[in-house]
């Protein structure tokens, strides 16, 4: 093997080492189940006065543990409703037309639900579990998608995890603020640590993401849930070292074969 082959076989190698690391993830949902029509769907309608919530269980999608379930609540005195649904283009959508404000969250590894719980942030009481049994422990953080129109618009993103169901439950938080357009939140797992030092990331049952203080009349967005391995700048710099490699190796070869034509 030449010099120039032996470059181009490992910077391969090295490019795939490092493409596994960057890649790695559990995936907790997608919203690509069920597809949708042209206009998507509202899967949950909360009207009626400052304070009403409601509910939906959702199974055959591609979420984690086969369900997904919906909760929305009314936070101000708006006549309409608070909706909540899946886009035309896939992904959750929270709708606060025309003035009305409201919150959501997204649970996983819940069979039903207790609304009078929810309303109050409380995962434990009144609450039916299918737990997930997941080991995050070499993940990095959790990855939240999200969309937020109108200008000068904000909310927060809350994700809560808990461990040990069926044994000692140990919740942990962690929170980030949203703003107008479109980003990837990351929330590291040091942060839940900090939130409850005995959580057990090796047994998470339990993911719920939670859409808050968003402006009123303001529409918002979440996709692509997961958990994934944080790339360390070691394997970025890995990454762009073989690419080099790579694309010096083939400069080479092209060149050589010129030349034999020539």
């Known amino acids: 093997m030449s010099q120039h082959s032996f470059k181009y076989s490992l910077s391969l190698f090295f490019i795939f080492g490092a493409v596994q690391l960057i890649h790695g993830q559990s995936i907790i949902d997608t919203f690509t189940m069920p597809s949708q029509p042209p206009g998507g769907t509202d899967y949950l309608t909360v009207t009626g006065a400052l304070g ?4 939906f269980v959702q199974s055959g999608v591609d979420a984690i543990g086969g369900t997904r379930v919906y909760y929305a609540q009314k936070t101000n005195s708006d006549p309409a409703a608070v909706q909540l649904g899946i886009t035309q ?8 037309n025309p003035i009305v404000a409201g919150r ?11 609304n009078s719980s929810l309303d109050n942030n409380d995962y434990i009481t009144g609450q039916t579990f299918s737990s997930l049994n997941l080991d995050e422990s070499s993940s990095g953080a959790l990855r939240v998608d ?19 169901t ?14 107008s357009g479109q980003q ?40 692509n849930i997961l958990f994934t391995a944080v790339p360390e700048p070691s394997s970025l710099i890995m990454l762009g070292s073989a690419s080099m490699i790579c694309l010096s190796g083939w400069y080479f070869n092209r060149k050589q074969r010129n030349r034999r034509r020539s």
């Open 52 to 55: 009403s919530s409601g509910s």
């Open 89 to 96: 283009t896939q992904e959750f959508r929270q709708v606060l």
């Open 104 to 114: 959501s969250k997204l649970l996983y590894g819940y069979s039903s639900v207790s």
């Open 146 to 164: 999200y969309a937020l129109g109108g200008n000068i618009s904000t909310g927060q993103v809350t994700v809560t995890l808990i461990s040990g």
């Open 166 to 179: 069926g044994g000692s439950q140990q919740i942990a938080n962690a929170v980030l603020p949203i703003f």
């Open 184 to 223: 990837s939140l990351l929330f590291s797992l040091p942060t839940f640590l900090a939130n409850n030092p005995t959580i057990n990331f090796s047994d998470i049952d339990q993911v719920v993401v939670s859409l808050d203080n968003v402006t009123q009349g303001v529409n918002a967005a979440l996709d």
